[in-house]
């Protein structure tokens, strides 16, 4: 980058909000995959206008912006490819309202999820999304990837509680977006178009999203079974029953052996899968779920059922699902996450074939996740230093995503397309779809300035 454009970013931010030194710049080269790209310069924009104005001057001089929030993505989205500068969102980081009548709250990009939701629940106000990475994660880099959780099986993803945005365009224009309404159809829906768009179609700097009363009560259960298809079919007997558990995650006994060696919590090692659900609402209606999943577990051979109700209780059985993506690295150094969502029916299907997958490619491949909607994370662990067995680990992810999208699913539930899943989008939108979204990113974005890269 020429130093007279880096003068002229410096002018806009100030010296004290760049990073140039190759040390500095080389942290913001990594995200959650184990792609990297170093980018010419890092800059941490105070507010709208500075965040505009770098868009603008990245036009004239031709340059390219990658936005960057907490650098958690899984796909590679804030990666640099080429030359241009980081444009880390982490100092626009205030809440700026929660307001209980209107049942909303107003962020700048840069908060981090996880304290957002400790400020409403304080309020007895509840923002459902909850990203796994929680506690570093930006409500920015959620809007980006439309981002979901375990929570998603009740209360659905991050597009769901999108009311509004503050957009900088990719030619360095301000835009508004949606409102401070839950109904609005005026004119294309922009907020669902920038939601999702992997920091490809603007800069998102200010969001208005929409917030639901805190359910009174929780139960968790943590289910242990002996067959993995047992687990997989309990699911669906679940969904099937009409009981609706505000999470359902499943972990298969690789997982589960990882997580006990990890940190010892009790799981037995010869069980091969645990599912753990968790029910919230109303006293009764919660009594009642708890009751009807114990008896649908006990129904598909379920070998033991611990139910917990306090908080801490509870806690205690989730430790063993948040200690999953530190747990399974130590099978091996690179982990290849992914996210291809089925139809929930096809669960049961989808677990066996990813078994055949590992057993042909003799991979570790362990299988946890957001069973309840469909959205299995099958990661492979191997080490990028082994030539062989990464050309391995990409036939195996082929056939992954071959048998999601045979099954009637998806590439991606929630991680987005990034880098990582780019040459295998056309099996998905097919020919017509691509050039679709084309047309789309050509429209707003003729310089090609705003992470370019990403997705095609
Ligand atoms: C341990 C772990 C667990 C995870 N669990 C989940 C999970 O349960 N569910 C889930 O959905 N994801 C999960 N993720 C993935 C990741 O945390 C999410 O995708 C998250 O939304 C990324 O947020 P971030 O702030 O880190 O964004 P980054 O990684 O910095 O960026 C992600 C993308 O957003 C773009 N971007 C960032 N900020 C903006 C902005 N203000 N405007 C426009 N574009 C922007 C970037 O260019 C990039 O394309 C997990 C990741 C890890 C490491």
Redesign the pocket.
Known sequence: MKSDTIQKIIKIVGQENILSSMEERICYSY??TFQRGIPDLVVFPANTKEVAEIVKLANKENFSV?????????????IPIGSGVA???SR?NKIKEINREDLLAVVE??V??GHFHQEVEKLGLFYP??????K???????????????R?FKYG??KDYVLGLE??TPEGEIMHTGGRTVKNVTGYDLTRL?TG????L????EITVRLVPKPKEKRTALVIFDKLEDAASTVTAIICHGVIPATLELMDQITINCVEKYNNLGLPLDAEAVLLIEVDGGKNQVEEDIKSIEEICQNHHCREIQVASLAEEREKLWKSRRAV??AIVQLNPTKI?E?ATVPRSKIPEMVKRLREIAAKYNLHLPVF??AGDGNL?PNILADKNNKEEMERVEKAVAEIFQAALELGGTLS????I?IMKRPYLQWELGEVGMNYLRAIKRAVDPNNIL?PG?IF
């Open positions: 995200d959650g990658f936005p960057r929030g907490a650098g958690t993505g899984l796909s590679g989205g804030s444009l880390v969102l626009m990009p840069g981090v999820t999304p909850d990203p796994a990475s929680l570093t994660c930006t409500m920015g880099g959620n809007i980006a990837e439309n981002a979901g959780g375990p998603a993803v991050t957009v900088v920038i768009s992997e920091g490809t603007g800069i998102v700097t993506s530190s996450s996210d996740g957001h994370h539930g929630e991680h987005g990034g992470n990403k």
